[in-house]
């Protein structure tokens, strides 16, 4: 019932940028939370930046004063602005949202994952 889909990853060079998309498809009640998550081979999965429904937001410590999240809520779509990328920034993106579901039901959704490469 409810998807995420997300774009924008790609190979870059060090020093470059790239913007990551991510959008819900499907109807949704309520959004409490929005997010961007990455895993690199063989790390865990780390949070990235995510975004509440208060515009809070909050950043991983190595990405921080680089990336920046930014949503469109009445498109219920969010992004992140990935500036002066790094090699270590090299992992698999995926969105993700905290939302109440048509229904009633609250869970947590993931977006299918983004590749971002980033070379020396």
């Known amino acids: 019932q409810v998807q995420l889909v997300e774009s924008g990853g790609g190979l870059v060079q060090a020093g470059g940028s790239l913007r990551l998309s991510c959008g819900i498809s499907g109807s949704v009640l309520s959004v409490n939370a929005l997010g961007w998550y990455r895993q690199a081979p063989g790390k865990r999965r780390e949070l990235v930046a995510n975004?509440?429904?208060?515009?809070?937001?909050n950043y991983g410590d190595g990405v921080k004063g680089r990336f920046t999240i930014s949503a469109d809520n009445a498109k219920n779509t969010w992004y992140l602005q990935m500036n002066n990328l790094k090699p270590e920034d090299t992992a698999v993106y995926y969105c993700?949202?905290?939302?109440?579901?048509?229904?009633?039901?609250?869970?947590?959704?993931w977006g299918q994952g983004t590749q971002v490469t980033v070379s020396s």
């Open positions: 993700d949202t905290e939302v109440r579901a048509i229904g009633g039901y609250l869970g947590v959704f």
């Open positions: 975004i509440t429904s208060g515009g809070r937001t």
